[in-house]
C-alpha cells in the first residue's frame, strides 16, 4: 500500500471447519487497510488451485497490482499465473506470501515471516507486518 497499489487482492484458503480460519481474519484485516475493496478469492489450499486463481485475477479486465496470499504456497502458485502469462513480478505486479517458508527463497518470493504469537486480525497488526517482511533474493 505504501508503493501505491490501488488494485489489490487477496488469495486465501477455503474455510473447510468449523473454527474461524486465520485465512479469513488476514482477508479481514487486508481490506480494512485497502483504500479500495480488494478482491478477495477463497481456493482449496494447493498449489493448482492457486495458479487458476491468479490467472482468473492475472487476466481480468483490471488486473490488480498488488496480490497478497494466506500463505507461500498460495503466492507460489499466483507467483507462477504471473509467470506462465508473461508478467513481471515485481514490475508488473507484487506478490506477497506469508509464513516464510522454505519455498520462499528459491522463488524469490517476498513474504511475511510472523512469530505464532501474531495474529492478523486488525488494522493495526496487518500494518505492523508489512514492516516485517523480506524480499527473497530473486533467481
Known amino acids: 500500500m505504501?508503493?501505491?497499489h490501488v488494485r489489490m487482492a487477496f488469495v486465501g484458503h477455503r474455510q473447510q471447519h468449523e473454527y474461524q480460519s486465520q485465512s479469513l481474519e488476514k482477508a479481514e484485516g487486508f481490506a480494512?487497510?485497502?483504500?479500495?475493496?480488494?478482491?478477495?478469492?477463497?481456493?482449496e489450499n494447493t498449489f493448482a488451485a492457486a495458479v487458476e486463481a491468479g490467472r482468473e485475477?492475472?487476466?481480468g479486465a483490471e488486473p490488480p497490482t498488488a496480490v497478497f496470499a494466506h500463505d507461500d504456497l498460495l503466492?507460489?502458485?499466483v507467483l507462477a499465473a504471473a509467470r506462465q502469462i508473461?508478467?513481471?513480478?515485481?514490475?508488473d505486479v507484487?506478490?506477497?506470501?506469508f509464513n516464510d517458508t522454505d519455498?520462499?527463497?528459491p522463488l524469490g518470493l517476498t513474504t511475511v515471516r510472523q512469530p505464532l504469537s501474531v495474529r492478523v486480525s486488525s488494522p493495526s497488526n496487518c500494518s505492523q507486518i508489512g514492516s516485517r517482511r523480506r524480499r527473497a533474493?530473486?533467481?
Open 2 to 4: 505504501r508503493k501505491g
Open 32 to 43: 480494512s487497510v485497502a483504500q479500495v475493496p480488494p478482491v478477495i478469492i477463497n481456493v
Open 57 to 59: 485475477l492475472l487476466l
Open 75 to 77: 503466492a507460489a502458485g
Open 86 to 91: 508473461g508478467m513481471r513480478v515485481p514490475e
Open 94 to 97: 507484487a506478490i506477497i506470501g
Open 103 to 105: 519455498i520462499a527463497e
Open 137 to 139: 533474493v530473486p533467481r
